[in-house]
């Protein structure tokens, strides 16, 4: 059987989100490689070194040209090239606009839906209309939470089972920290970062969805001259009301904005905060969640979609459309230290539920079972 599979999320230098996912996914499929399973992975350029290594089973493609590549280039290949893959996998939202053999996809959230104006026109034109046609054409959808499957079956009106849930893993192995960085994190990150003592963390990309703005109003409600935010996270779109915010609300000097942090610097991060605060209005799954409680850090995050079945039992929940609301939770937890111990405690239980091994396992079974229908 030969799986083909969109290789481009995962081919690039800084991997966030579905770029996360689509490079977890093709890691452990590698690594639980099975003779009778050859895999065809297409990329628009060559292989970045991290991606795993070729072999007899285990084959990267280059298909030109990137340019509509979903539309042009991929469907003409599959067509004209032979042996063609009894099924092709599209770990984002776009398939092949034809293809000549069955299609899988997945669909992180439905947050262009319920809220279009947070996108810019054209992007949102493109995710409207092509995740549409590729959820018509898919024979199986894979998504990321029950909330995002309820989401999908109501916008799409497909079928049930053609939508098929797998909670993304958390990598429980430690990073390889530089050695100033494992013994010593808060020195670490004030010599690297200027990052002092006494911080509350946001982790992602900067965006209105994320809900930032909102955050750095209710921080700065809470009035504990010691404690700074820091926001970790590259620039998305529409995200200069966010870096206007602080000046706007009189707290200039209490909230440093960093762009992307390797995952090795932000362990760092997550270990020494006082807590982790993701206030979305919206979220496929919320994996930052898992990645906080796992290094030990007590999490906030929003009461909506999907980011209770991430955070459990373990995290303490906010209205994210309630400024006081988030103030309030936040102050809560930086008066009560025992309570922040006691969500470390739960948030290590609750990491232990999610693995890319098991996320990799559930997809490769629904993979194989497409494929051997043709």
Known sequence: MIIGIDGNEANVEKKVGIGEYSFELLKQ????????????VYLKENPRGELPEKNENWEYRIVKPSKMWTQIGLPLDLFLHKPRPDIFFSPT???????????????MDM?????????????????????????????????????????II???????????VTYPGIKMETSKLNSQASTNNSK????????????????????PRKNIARLIEAFSAVRKNSVHLVIVGKKGWLYEGILDAPKKFGIEDKVKFLDFVPDQDLEAFYKNALFFILPSLYEGFGLPVLEAMKNGCPVITSNISSLPEAGGNAALYINPKDTQDIAS?????????????????KGYEQVKKFSWEKTAKQTLEVLEELGKKQ
């Open 29 to 40: 499929f590698k690594k639980y490689q099975v003779p009778s399973i050859k895999y065809e």
């Open 93 to 107: 939202h776009y398939s092949p606009r034809f293809s000549p053999c069955p299609t899988a996809i997945s669909i």
């Open 111 to 151: 947050s262009f839906i319920y809220y279009p104006h947070m996108f810019k026109k054209s992007d949102f034109y493109q995710l409207k209309n092509w995740t549409a046609y590729s959820a018509k054409k898919a024979s199986k959808i894979f998504t990321i939470s029950q909330a995002s499957k309820d989401d």
């Open 154 to 164: 109501k916008t799409y009106k497909v079928p049930e089972k053609k939508v098929v």
């Open 188 to 207: 670490f990150l004030e010599e690297k970062y200027g990052i002092e003592k006494d911080y509350i963390l946001f982790v992602g990309t900067l965006q």
């Open 329 to 345: 939770k936040m102050k809560l937890l930086l008066d009560n230290e025992k309570q922040r111990k006691d969500m470390i405690k």
